[in-house]
C-alpha cells in the first residue's frame, strides 16, 4: 500500500491495482456503515457519531464493521487499534495512519 503526493492511493485485492482517491476511501467506508445499521440513511449519517448512539452497535456490529472495512481495504487492524474504534471518522484515521506507515 502506498500514499503518494497527489493523494492518491494504491490498494492492491487479488493481484489487481484499484486507485481510489481519499474522498473515496470515505465513501467506501460510509457505504459500509449504511449497509450495516440500516436504520440510518445518508441524511442522518454523521462521520463523529458515538458507537452508543447506535441502536445496534454492539460487539457483534463492531467485528462485522472491522471485517467489511478490512475485506474492503485488503488491511488487517491491529486487535488493540480495532477495540478502540468508536465511530466512523475513527475507522477513516485509522486507515490513513496505516496507509501513512506503510
Request: hydrophobic share 45%; net charge negative.
Amino acid at each position: 500500500m502506498f500514499i503518494f503526493k497527489s493523494m492518491r492511493i494504491i490498494f492492491t485485492h487479488n493481484l489487481s491495482f484499484l486507485v481510489m482517491d481519499v474522498p473515496d476511501v470515505k465513501n467506501e467506508i460510509k457505504k459500509i456503515f449504511l449497509g450495516v445499521f440500516s436504520e440510518i440513511n445518508d441524511f442522518e449519517f454523521n462521520w463523529d457519531t458515538h458507537f452508543t448512539e447506535y441502536e445496534n452497535w454492539d460487539s457483534f456490529m463492531h467485528l462485522t464493521l472491522v471485517s467489511k472495512i478490512e475485506k474492503k481495504f485488503n488491511i488487517q487492524f491491529d486487535f488493540d487499534d480495532s477495540i478502540n474504534l468508536s465511530s466512523a471518522a475513527d475507522f477513516v484515521k485509522l486507515i490513513h495512519k496505516m496507509l501513512n506507515s506503510s
